[in-house]
């Protein structure tokens, strides 16, 4: 049910920048990226072009493939560490979970699999273990707002999931067991130092938005590591 909703919904907005299914023409990337600097719209492009689910009128659609393909290609062109990644630091689980649905069509696949590892290992690995001794998870002990922390974690536990079933996971780098029990380990300390009202401090207090970001980012964590179903 949610996810006919989801590709309901999803269609529907994409079919106003790209026209029907059966007329679409390509997205222009280049008027996409200067609305939306993210680009984490790859991930429902992905999604819908791939994923067979009742109510998604583009999946297997060739246009919207190329299009999600160009757009995984330019996110990760820019999230590589030396370019500015900064504001795209929330992206990396949207560019991983993307190229895990495109990866079987993708001819040069084997070449963003290093380029995936270096994002983890150069940009969100850092900025976890930066913070390895925290106790207190709050926005000034953090340094910015928690929800940012839990979308590295994200970022991170995405990686995980779409590579812990390569046959070469246990020598990757990051790879392996001890990359996976890193990041329960997190998953872990954010619900032990969750305040006792059960937030994660913003400032002085709770911060209802920012606290739903990051209960939501914990939650694709812990989905993502096999801690719930």
């Known amino acids: ?73 330019r996110l990760l062109a820019q999230m590589l560490p030396g370019t500015s990644h900064g504001a795209l630091r929330g992206s990396a689980r949207p560019l991983i979970l993307a190229f895990a649905l495109l990866r079987k069509d993708l001819p040069d696949a084997a070449k963003w699999k290093p380029d995936i590892q270096t994002i983890i290992r150069k940009i969100y690995l850092p900025l976890l273990r930066d913070r390895d001794r925290l106790t207190i998870l709050s926005s000034a002990n953090v340094g910015y707002g928690t929800n940012h922390l839990a979308t590295e974690l994200t970022g991170l536990t995405a990686y995980i999931h779409a590579f812990r079933h390569d046959p070469d996971w246990a020598v990757m780098d990051p790879g392996g067991p001890a990359l996976e029990a890193y990041a329960r380990e997190w998953l872990a300390r954010f619900m032990t130092h969750m305040d006792e009202g059960g937030y994660w401090p913003e400032t002085d207090g709770p911060a209802n938005a920012y606290n739903g970001l990051t209960g939501n980012g914990l939650l694709r964590a812990a989905l993502d590591l096999g801690e719930i179903e």
Not at 30 to 47: R, T
């Open 1 to 73: 049910m949610i996810a006919r909703q989801a590709a309901e919904l999803i269609s529907e907005q994409l079919e106003k920048l790209m026209g029907s299914p059966e007329r679409a023409t390509p997205l222009d990337l280049d008027a996409y990226w200067a609305a939306n600097s993210n680009g984490q719209a790859v991930l429902p492009f992905a999604w819908l072009a791939i994923q067979s689910v009742p109510g998604n009128r583009w999946a297997g659609n060739p246009v919207l493939r190329r299009t999600a393909e160009a757009a995984a290609r």
